[in-house]
């Protein structure tokens, strides 16, 4: 049976993302809502990222401000999800996402600019997009961050609690760093687009400004955001830390060696 064509807003570079992002969710499951699940919430934000600017840190810390902030709507999520519980339509899997971790009627979401999908299909963006708050985490250095990437993608592990393959110089692919760099670059961008045609102002934080102060930094965006629940007791696994190590620093150097020539 064919499914219908999703129906997002056309136009501009964040809607053409949410647009092709819909028709690829299409492929896997139903994408059509006869209903808007996050029309019951009454408190609404979205941490908005991109791959290692230390969204994983940021929510681990927001723990002690009451909130449980995962990567609900990530492709790779929704489809074992799909699986595991039966579910057959997208719809389906935002109200169990809305049930649970929205039950007091404040919901959370973090990742990168391809999680705001389902909210377009819902009819949530753009209509009531006024109604969500946005923290937009960056990273100043836009090498490290691809660098950081490039480590955690070959190696496997992209939080500290996962220890990875080890990984030697001459795993470096300058050529795939390159193209990590454009790719933030372009999802930078993608949020910029999505403020600045919404006139949201965002609060804004740097992985450099987390990373040198995480209790201060999350207490900042708590209050931001208004979280002023019970400390929720973080999970067994050891606090994460920085991942960077020195081949972090030599490959950085090499990139930029060649960059220049």
Not at 35 to 50: C, E, G, K, T, W
Not at 53 to 74: D, I, M, P, Y
Not at 119 to 127: C, M, R
Not at 139 to 144: S, T
Request: charged content about 25%; overall charge positive; proline content about 5%.
């Amino acid at each position: 049976m064919d499914r219908p064509e999703p129906a997002v807003e056309p136009g501009g570079p964040y809607r053409e993302r949410l647009e092709a992002k819909a028709i690829q969710l299409a492929e896997v499951v139903d994408v059509a809502f006869t209903a808007n699940p996050f029309r019951a919430l009454n408190h609404r934000y979205v941490i908005a990222a991109s791959a290692r600017t230390g969204s994983n840190l940021l929510c681990e810390r927001l723990r002690a401000h009451g909130a449980v902030v995962q990567e609900l709507f990530h492709t790779t999520r929704i489809k074992k999800a799909l699986a595991a519980q039966r579910l057959n339509s997208l719809q389906g899997y935002c109200e169990k996402m809305v049930k649970r971790y929205g039950a007091d009627g404040t919901f959370g979401v973090k990742g990168s600019f391809d999680v705001l999908a389902p909210f377009a299909l819902a009819g949530e963006i753009p209509d009531h997009i006024a109604d969500w708050r946005f923290v937009y985490l960056t990273r100043g250095d836009l090498i490290k961050q691809a660098i950081s990437h490039f480590v955690a993608e070959k190696s496997g592990s992209w939080r500290s609690v996962k220890e990875g393959v080890p990984l030697e110089d001459s795993d470096y692919d300058g050529t795939r760093v390159a193209r990590l760099v454009e790719r933030h670059k372009r999802g930078n961008a993608l949020w910029e687009d999505l403020f600045s045609v919404h006139r949201i102002d965002p609060f804004r934080v740097t992985y450099e400004q987390l990373a040198a102060d995480p209790p201060g930094a999350a207490a900042h965006v708590a209050a931001f955001l208004g979280l002023h629940g019970e400390a929720i007791a973080k999970k067994s696994n050891p606090p994460l830390v920085k991942q960077a190590t020195s081949l972090n620093a030599r490959w950085e150097a090499r990139f930029r060696e060649e960059s220049a020539e």
